[in-house]
């Protein structure tokens, strides 16, 4: 089914994406440059420490890990854009579970540096490299405080636990426990930061999508203005002879409007024009159909897929329920009444929507001419 003049309209600007799928999306973004950073921290403390030298199947087999899972992070992000729209739940188990193997892997080397000799040339090399790899994260992870604080405490807390339970690094133990609660501050900031960004540009779209509805909006009447009915029926008459389906046009007059503002003042005359725009927002389809104030009291109603004779009853049924209506403005009570032209064809390339707009001006000018308070077709082309 063709979307409606109004539809296309509010896709057009970009819609914000939800809070969770948001902060997912800004993680990712962030995480990209960090893929290759555990292989090349490992290559570079190899190559400082010529530690690769001394235990050569370990240090691959490291190599291997880091080198894989950078692999499998660059296949996802080959793909990760159908992941994510196919299944929430497996991309957020690919994306975050690497992410916490390397640093499930980092820790236990970086806590094995305390009680394997082995590995005591790294003790300093690795140490100063997790905390790197702590403030990275801290950094890429704050959008989410639970996956920046998971990821800081898998990294350190290990190594707390293993240096509290020897006497030799009783002293190591308690500056990484410091370094942890002064990572959690960071993480506060920064996450603070961010949702203060996140909220300026949430206000942001919200002033946009306000400003283009006023943009759109006649003032009084709270329905479509002649600008944005300009551009909607032309989207419609493209549309139009792309489908080779009908486009109807009603033109809706007050009549004798003017005494009405000669008579009872233009306060009155608005209060009519906000109930004439009820009555006819009411009477058609919403978010299918567009309702324009054209000019003074006229307005119009572009229907899409619509043909001669439903567009017909259509703007029937409005004007009966003008005739039946009693206009009230503080203590007047008004009987007001409409003459509708319609009109009604199927577009072509070769034409322009100007004569739909002056078959269905020319329905108003018969109507009027006929004695008022009646719907006349003019033009039914097809």
């Not at 799928?21 to 555990?38: G, N, V």
């Not at 094995?112 to 905390?131: D, G």
């Not at 503002?261 to 927002?281: F, K, P, S």
């Amino acid at each position: 089914m063709a979307k409606s003049a109004e539809q296309e309209f509010v896709a057009q600007p970009p819609v914000p994406l939800g809070v969770a799928e948001r902060i997912d999306q800004d993680i990712y973004r962030r995480c990209l440059p960090m893929i290759p950073a555990f292989v090349f921290l490992w290559l570079g403390i190899l190559g400082l420490t010529g530690f690769y030298r001394a235990e050569r199947e370990l240090s691959l087999w490291l190599l291997a890990i880091f080198g894989g899972v950078a692999v499998f992070q660059l296949l996802l992000a080959a793909c990760q854009a159908k992941l994510y729209k196919l299944s929430l739940a497996a991309w957020r188990l690919c994306f975050f579970g690497s992410i916490f193997v390397n640093a499930v892997v980092w820790s236990a080397l970086f806590t094995a540096c305390f009680f394997e000799p082995i590995l005591s040339p790294l003790q300093l090399p690795v140490t100063l490299a997790t905390a790197g790899l702590a403030n990275l994260g801290l950094s890429n992870f704050a959008p989410s405080r639970w996956v920046a604080q998971s990821y800081t405490s898998v990294l350190i807390l290990p190594a707390v636990l293993v240096c509290f339970s020897s006497q030799a690094h009783l002293a190591a133990g308690a500056m990484v426990v410091v370094y942890w609660f002064y990572s959690l501050l960071i993480l506060q900031r920064f996450h603070a930061e961010y949702c203060s960004r996140f909220d300026n540009e949430n206000d942001f779209v919200q002033q946009h999508s306000d400003l283009q509805r006023q943009n759109r909006t006649d003032g009084l009447t709270k329905v479509f203005n002649r600008r944005y009915f300009d551009e909607a029926i032309d989207r419609e008459w493209v549309r139009g002879a792309e489908e080779g389906t009908w486009l109807a046009l009603l033109f809706i007059d007050i009549d004798f409007f003017k005494k009405i503002n000669d008579t009872y003042g233009h306060l009155v005359g608005d209060e009519c024009l906000m109930q004439a725009a009820a009555i006819i927002n009411g009477a058609v389809q919403p978010g299918n159909d567009t309702v324009a104030r054209y000019g003074g009291e006229e307005f119009a109603v572009l229907l899409p897929n619509t043909s001669p004779e439903m567009a017909k009853r259509i703007a029937e049924s409005i004007r009966r329920q003008f005739d039946l209506k009693t206009f009230t403005s503080g203590k007047h009570a008004l009987r007001v009444t409409a003459s509708i032209g319609v009109s009604a064809m199927v577009p072509r390339r070769t034409q322009t929507p100007k004569i739909l707009i002056d078959q269905a001006d020319q329905g108003v000018y018969l109507a009027k001419e006929s004695g008022r308070n009646n719907v006349q077709l003019f033009g039914a082309d097809h």
